[in-house]
């Protein structure tokens, strides 16, 4: 009895799984034109670039190929959107991002098919993104009506002195693929909540996320000019950046993606000393100590590693492992590795059937709290989302990793391998590309690899890509000097049950952001920057996120 029931229980499960997927609404966001000043608009020269699928090939649309003139027609409608935009309230403007973020909870299930159709990665996740993109526009909101400055005394008697922080004004925005959405939420939140108005250039591969939030902020009445996306190919995305960081309308350079392309924007940006945010590439150092708990860090490391099948700026690159405890966690390393399901990011089980019902289920509820108890509502599901975005890799028996973003990834991959084995290196797990569908997309086995040293291109190079390249230590000391030796530093975790070796190792790691006895370093809440050529400034957190789209002004008041 038990079991039909539980057979039926499944069945009833799948198919409504499998309802959700074949659903189309996701189309309803689509948008194939750029959006400048409340408008949907195409490139001046007319031309378009395609959007494909990663997972096959197959092409989803085309989007304006906009160059230089597009942009600047976008900053100086930005412009005149400061003056009005900067002259809200906070709490005006914080109501208009509200409302923004509560229509992207609503469209969660859209936005979220529309982002694994153009980025690849696994339904699961994406929803996970659509809520953690949706925190920074909540968080921002909050942020933006709590801005004060100080009062201070004179250094004379008939003197007082005041500080005010102003927006900055029109903001240039370029974002990566690897998050389409939450890349944006996070910069656009924070200026758009300090009374400054947005230009993003979003990345090729990924415009349709963009603009599907671009629909969602005209629908919650942001005014035209606000936000604009000027959406261009990779042949023109020098074109465009030159103007978004040459252009002296506009005042801060906001940037995520690799280090090579933030030293040439930095460059850029230079010539009229604009403000500038960079959130380039990281190498993140993963310690194994041996007093940790092994099954934590190998659970630890599947979730940071693999996350968008490893291409993720905070993702674990070296693996240390101390003498000790190495072999029992490669070993457990590579069984839960073996079952790891590679795929289309649309494929799903009755288990992730099982979420999107919970998930239309917390769409409904969220509307119910909405005008009743939005505060404690919002508190719990923030928890929420991490274990949801976690749960899709680590728990989920659909897809988990789904495919690169483009030929250009796998074959950095394949070098990296080639590489290791070159140096002797040993292929533990893993280790070849996977025929997924009609064989177009770009799948690659998680791989693990060991028996490397810090000549290796796996030790040096950002790896992106869900290959796990492990090296042994034997002290403290030790491996404090190897996860130290390299030119950025942007994440670094490690597994210790040494409450003191915490304390030390925390403060030693050459990186803006530690996880320890945790994988998972990211949120609204928490300052999210890197050290030396990872980057400069600090988005999110308390203070630190907004700050940046502020100028600090000194008001000396002469009271005689
Ligand atoms: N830190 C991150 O989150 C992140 C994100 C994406 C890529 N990466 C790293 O970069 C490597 C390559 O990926 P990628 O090619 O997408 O990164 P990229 O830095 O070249 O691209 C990121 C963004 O910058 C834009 N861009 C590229 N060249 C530009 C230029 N000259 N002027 C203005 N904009 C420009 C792109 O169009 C995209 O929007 C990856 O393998 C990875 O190591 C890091
Ligand atoms: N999206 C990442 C950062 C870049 O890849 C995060 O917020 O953790």
């Given amino acids: 009895m038990r079991l039909l029931l539980s057979s039926q229980i499944a069945r009833t499960l799948l198919s409504l799984s499998s309802r959700a997927m074949s659903s189309s609404s996701y189309k309803s966001l689509l948008r194939e034109k750029a959006f400048v000043n409340g408008q949907w608009v195409n490139a001046a020269n007319r031309e378009s670039f395609p959007v494909y699928n990663p997972a096959n090939g197959e092409l989803v649309c085309k989007v304006p190929d906009m160059g230089a003139a597009d942009a600047t027609a976008a900053i100086a409608h930005a412009q005149v959107a400061f003056e009005a935009w900067r002259g809200k309230t906070p709490s005006q403007r914080a109501a208009l991002l509200h409302s923004w973020e509560r229509l992207i909870q609503d469209r969660c299930e859209d936005l979220a098919a529309l982002m694994t159709l153009e980025n690849g990665k696994p339904l699961a996740e994406s ?43 029109v903001c240039g925005m370029i974002t990566p693929w690897n998050f389409p959405a939450a890349m944006i939420t996070r910069k656009a939140g924070a200026a758009l909540a300090a009374g400054c108005t947005v230009v993003i250039k979003p990345a090729e591969d990924t415009p349709l996320t963009a603009l599907a939030l671009c629909q969602l902020a005209a629908d919650a009445l942001l005014p035209p000019g606000a936000l604009n996306v000027v959406t261009c190919s990779r042949s023109r995305a020098a074109e465009v950046g030159r103007v978004l960081t040459t252009d ?245 975790y490690f597994y210790s049950a040494d409450v003191g070796q915490c304390w030390r190792v925390a403060e030693q790691l050459n990186v803006g952001m530690v996880g320890v006895n945790e994988s998972m370093v990211s949120s609204c809440i928490a300052p999210f920057g890197g050290w030396n050529e990872s980057g400069l400034g600090s988005e999110s957190g308390v203070g630190y996120g907004i700050e940046e789209y502020l100028n600090l002004k000194t008001v000396v008041l002469n009271l005689a």
Avoid at 133 to 161: C, M, N, Y
Avoid at 277 to 301: C, H, Q, R, W
Avoid at 463 to 469: H, K, M, N, T, W
């Fill in 248 to 492: 002296p309308a506009v005042k801060h350079v906001s940037f995520t993606g690799s280090t090579d392309t933030g030293k040439l924007l930095l460059a850029q940006a230079s010539s009229t000393v604009k403000r500038v945010t960079m959130e380039l590439g990281g190498n993140a150092p993963f310690i194994v100590f041996d007093s940790a708990d092994v099954d934590k860090a190998v659970a630890g490391l599947i979730q940071a590693k693999f996350r968008n099948t490893g291409q993720t700026c905070v993702c674990p690159n070296r693996i240390f492992l101390q003498r000790r405890v190495s072999q029992k966690f490669l070993a457990k390393l590579c069984e839960r590795v073996a079952e790891m399901k590679v795929g289309d990011g649309f494929e799903v089980c009755w288990l992730l059937g099982c979420w999107g019902i919970a998930s239309s289920a917390h769409g409904l509820m969220r509307k119910q709290f909405s005008t009743s108890n939005q505060g404690e509502f919002d508190k719990g599901s923030e928890g929420e989302l991490h274990k949801r975005s976690e749960g899709g890799i680590a728990q989920a028996a659909g897809t988990q990793l789904g495919p690169l973003i483009n030929a250009a990834a796998e074959s950095k991959l394949e070098r990296l391998l080639a590489d290791a084995k070159q140096r002797g290196g040993r292929v533990l797990a893993g280790g070849q590309s996977v025929k997924v569908g009609s064989g177009a997309g770009h799948f690659f086995q998680p791989t693990v690899v060991s028996g490397l040293g810090r000549d290796s291109a796996c030790f040096r190079e950002e790896i992106f890509g869900p290959l796990v390249a492990a090296f042994e230590f034997d002290s403290e000391a030790d491996v404090v000097e190897l996860a130290n030796d390299c030119r950025v530093g942007l994440a670094g």
């Fill in 127 to 169: 929803r996970g993104e659509v809520a953690y993109g949706a925190s920074f526009i909540r968080w921002f909101a909050e942020e933006g009506i709590r801005v004060t400055g100080q009062t201070l005394q004179g250094p004379t008697p008939d003197k007082r002195i005041f500080t005010l922080k102003q927006p900055q004004g």
